[in-house]
């Protein structure tokens, strides 16, 4: 699981897990650690991670949470302020909200250049040896980012002795 930045795609948070684990209760982890990058307005997500939990959650760090809703969704809130006005904008203004929703796909992107520059599949035995090669692997792509976005986006880099 991984919460990536839509310009730069950079990994700003990342999560290993087993593969028959659940995305939704990961979801809270990657936006909590994906808070020390500023300027987070909007957080969109594939509808595994729909709830009103999850909705909440992204409406603590003051940010709109653009989750797609499934075809049974219902706007009641159960509480959730934050959950009737994703699904009532959904409602009444689809396209518009797709918009913001399609940003997600930048972790595609992110997901293929892992695979691409890093192999697809990691060769530690160990559980713990394929989370922390998993993460390495995490490790280098941002290390790409950055010395992309130097270069890309102007972006001067202060390094201190």
Same mark, same amino acid.
């Given at each position: ?33 994906? @808070?020390? $990058?500023?300027?987070? &307005? *909007? ?5 595994? +991670?729909?709830? =009103?939990? !999850? ?31 994703? @699904?009532? $904008?959904?409602?009444? &203004? *689809? ?5 913001? +929703?399609?940003? =997600?796909? !930048? ?45 890309? +986006? ?8």
């Amino acid at each position: 699981h991984i919460a990536t930045g839509i310009k730069s795609n950079v990994i700003m948070s990342a999560k290993v897990t087993k593969g028959s684990d659940h995305d939704s209760p990961h979801f809270e982890y990657l936006v909590k650690e994906s @808070i020390y $990058f500023k300027n987070i &307005n *909007e957080v969109s997500s594939d509808p595994a +991670y729909l709830s =009103r939990k !999850n909705c909440d959650i992204v409406a603590t760090i003051r940010a709109t949470p653009f989750i797609l809703p499934k075809k049974n969704t219902t706007i009641k809130s159960k509480g959730s302020v934050a959950w009737s006005n994703m @699904i009532r $904008f959904f409602k009444d &203004n *689809e396209q518009e909200f797709r918009k913001h +929703y399609h940003l =997600r796909s !930048n972790v595609e992107s992110t997901f293929a250049m892992l695979k691409r520059n890093y192999l697809p599949y990691v060769r530690a035995k160990s559980d713990k040896g394929q989370e922390n090669e998993a993460l390495c692997k995490v490790v280098c792509h941002n290390i790409a980012c950055l010395i992309m976005s130097m270069f890309e +986006y102007g972006i001067k880099i202060k390094f201190i002795n």
